[in-house]
């Protein structure tokens, strides 16, 4: 930890609070860069692990092979025993139902506490995405988080916002590196982790085009700050419209009926409505997304994106997901993608559409962008799920999926990404089989240091039966007059097949 | 003169429980009634070190926390700052919120949110000032989860403490509501935990002591004000609970007392401690408390004399 001079701050001078200030921020803070930071493939293609969705026995379950996948992508060797691990996961929207079931974030848990981590899991404030947003304010989206079943009861370890009580408690980054951002802030409980497990729910988004790793990296790990610069909060100008909300001559102004929803939406006060259209102060924004969503997912388009926008948030956020991964030594973050629910939009939604495609596994590796690749790859040959958006706009399996679905390809992001040297998209994926065997079956199902001992639950239920066996007690059950035409006969009526096999 | 209610432990039936009682200096306060709907209302706790086993029970702030939750038709946030020293590398945020889950702290038991007041880091805070000419601190940085909210309601569990004699409500809701790094800078040489059998020097503890008397009117800015105490007279150790061990309470359970005025409240405390206890808070810690209530009351916190209305 380098050492930090400030100058005392002058008290009897002060008029009111003081809410910090860009000098004074960068005063205290200091750069937690890791000298020994550094991309994870150095050359040739970087191994993924695949395990597929859809389990028939025990070995097959997405839990048992999101465990098994931990230790074949070598997950485990990240972290020291003692080590503080962050357990990065997005923590949901209320109201958001595609979101990555807790048991899978518990498994997780379970296997760095095994192999003698101590595990948190984190997530960042969001800023106000919309009117009704939940994760900016830390309460709210802890509230949230519980209601979808992301507790410390749920996990074993603490739940916790990364960045603070309000979103503050982050630390400055330097990129050089970046293509566009050169700073940027990263939650504390994020930055201060020995080792980071990211565990990515991968589906769409609607700035970044889709949201697996590197989106948990390039917005999820950044505090309100460092979401704010990744936004492209005040590029250019506003007659660009590059880093601002653009203001449309079809905004109806009072006519709409959403025109006191639209009002509200602005945390700064930034536009009101006029007569017709919006009156708007560039001073006051700092590019929230919040008046764009309300505006466009109410059905209007008064207020959007400039075109551009789009690639240009696409390469920020790779950039300031090497911000996140600076913070930690060469190798010591895993990945994994769960490419479950793959729906067409950010878990940061109220709502989920249908997904654009089925189920397709679990993915790990230590090189984020060739674990980002190979799970695009996987999602575009994968088949598209009728009735959703993809089907509608006449997507077929081996198509850029989310380019269709969301309008730009994510491989933007990882060229991107892959330039900064955040890893590469050359993968060799390997495919995942669990054996079926008594010892792996035994593996998973037997809970080390759960509610139940070592044993065989059958073996368990000897002991209590020996002591009080509840079914030999009531023994023999009532049965003497039984309906035999019923047992043997009429079920077969309210069969088509007539009770024969398929 | 400043109203302080006393609800003792007399008295208990069905419905006259300790949680009864408890409501009801509540109520009997008015403290509540001072709500309004959609406030935000932090519930300053003191919660304990790994080691210390007579920290405060979670019910006793989830009677309160259910009091304002009625008031304002919303949770309120509970509370407290990460530790100073990192003696079991209990310090780190994560650590901080599984010692206290284990110790039956959560947000579930509290009814209220249960945060870190300063983040994860401890060190998330606005600066205000002390509003005193002849400050020796000038100002001091307050966490977020207090100085962000509307009101703050200082629930501060009594034991004896090492550097003022008397942990209430003018060292939790003052020096114990900064961040990490504002409580290190007003602690300077001195080392808080004395149990190693050194003591600081007289004259850095009263330098401390004044520090943070100043600290709480820093808080007291913070909220605008908006400040209400409350002193639970339960498990009175002989160390307060950043103390990684305890030994037994030196006094039987008196209740809790209530008020909006913590030299008030503070002088009552050891009043009635002291009478109950048959021992001088001075003869166990070598701090003379009430020299720092009258430091207090000079500097404007509040008054010495009080009167107190008895409940039972």
Redesign the interface.
Known sequence: MAEHKYEP?K??G???????GRDTYQAKSWNPTKKKWGTFTEKGPAPVWFAEANATNWTESMICKTKDLFYEAKLNQCFEKGD?VAIKIHYGEWNRTAILRPEYIAAIVEEVRACGG?P?VVNDTTLSYHTYNSMAI??YQ??GA?RHGY???TFG??V???????G??DYRVDIPEGLILKETYI???IA?ADAMIVLAHSRGHSITMYGGVLKQLGIGCQSKRGKYITHLAHWGDPHDAIGWPKFTDKCPGKACKFHKMCDDSCPRQAHHVAEHGKVWYPERCRLCYSCQVTCLFSGMTGIGFEENYFPNAMIAHADAALGALKCFDRGKVGFINCAIDIVPECDCFPWAGLAIAPDVGIFASKDLIALEEATLDAIDNAPVSPGSVAAEKGCKPGDDRFRIVNGFSPRITMAAGEKIGLGTRKYKLNNYEPPLTPENIAKWQVRKGGVVNHRPTTVRLRDVFQKHDLATEVMPFGRTAYEKEWAFNEWKKYDPFKGAKP | MSEVIWVDTTSTSFDNTVQHKLRRLIDASGAAAELSEGMRVALKINTAEEGYDYGLRPEFIRVVADAVTTATRT?P?V?DGLKLIDYWKKA????F??LA?SQGL???TLGG?F???????G??G?????NLPD?E???VEV???V??SDALWVLSHVTLHPLVGLNGALLNGGFDCLIGRARTRLLKSIDPYIFNGQKPPEADLQIFQRRALESHLGVKA?VENKIFFINYLWDVTPQPEFYPFSANPLVANQGFLASRDPVAIDSATLDIIQSEGHFQVQAVTGVDFTAMLKEAGKIGAGETAYTLKRLS
């Not at chain 1, 002060?14 to 910090?20: A, D, E, R, S, Y």
């Not at chain 2, 780190?92 to 650590?95: E, L, S, T």
């Not at chain 2, 606005?126 to 002390?130: G, I, L, P, V």
Request: with cysteine; glycine share 14%; charged share 20%.
């Open positions: 701050t008290w009897h002060m008029k009111g609070p003081v809410i910090g503080e101590n948190y830390s309460q802890m509230e519980i507790t410390d009861a370890c603490p916790l916002i990364a960045d603070g009580y309000s503050e408690d939650g504390r409980a201060e | 949770r946030v509370c780190w945020g994560n650590n919120m599984k889950s959560t947000t579930e949110h945060v870190i007041n300063g983040g994860f880091s060190d998330e606005d600066s205000f000032a002390c400050s601190l000038g100002g966490g977020t989860a100085c962000r913070a």
